[in-house]
Antibody, heavy 115, light 108 residues
């Protein structure tokens, strides 16, 4: 069955970077886009960007341009989302999702930004 | 950027009743509209894509309709497990693939 398994919770200081991983199984990794979505506590879903695992092409929401980088390692079917210059407002659960729309989702990774 | 507006923000419904949720796009998204269900502490789950196609394993009581700028998710007879937050998302004009603000369906 399709599974997306994300890395564990992170605590970071303001100004630092975080890199979240999303390991895919149960399907051909390069056949579906990977999208990243975040959700602050008690808030709605916010789309951050997408990556084509086959080509490596990416597209980011304007809000995150210059701060976010999405990459992949096809040999281990894993996608990565790195967010830099973290601030307290980046505290959220970060999700990866397969396809557009999101057919399957990872379990989420809580990133806490606190001094 | 396309803005997605969901209404109402909260919907109070008794079990067994019908629930009708609305989603409006600021410009046409054709039929490239998805609906998700999210329960507390869980990731979203895809219910509907292409505005009206149920995702794999989704019960028939969930139906979607609409095209262009106006969309509706109908839950024909609410079950206890359906009380959750529902989001619409457009994937026609992207980036970004914008989400609506969500509708919370609560027990009346």
């Amino acid at each position: 069955q399709v599974q997306l398994v994300q890395s564990g919770a992170e605590v970071k200081k303001p100004g630092a970077s975080v890199k979240v991983s999303c390991k895919a199984s149960g399907y051909t990794f390069t056949s579906y886009d990977i999208n990243w979505v975040r959700q602050a506590t008690g808030q709605g879903l916010e789309w951050m960007g997408w990556m084509n695992p086959n080509s490596g092409n990416t597209g980011y929401a304007q809000k995150f341009q210059g701060r976010v980088t999405m990459t992949r390692n096809t040999s281990i079917s894993t996608a990565y989302m790195e967010l830099s210059s973290l601030r307290s407002e980046d505290t959220a659960v970060y999700y990866c999702a397969r396809g557009r729309p999101g057919l399957n989702w990872g379990q989420g990774t809580l990133v806490t930004v606190s001094s | 950027e396309i803005v997605m507006t969901q209404s109402p923000a909260t919907l109070s419904v008794s079990p067994g009743e019908r629930a009708t949720l609305s989603c409006r796009a600021s410009q046409s998204v054709s039929s490239n509209l998805a609906w998700y269900q999210q329960k507390p502490g869980q990731a979203p789950r895809l219910l509907i894509y292409g505005a009206s196609t149920r995702a794999t394993g989704i019960p028939a009581r969930f139906s979607g309709s609409g095209s262009g700028t106006e969309f509706t998710l109908t839950i024909s007879s609410l079950q206890s497990e359906d009380f959750a937050v529902y989001y619409c998302q457009q994937y026609n004009n992207w980036p970004p693939n914008t989400f609506g603000g969500g509708t919370k369906v609560e027990i009346k």
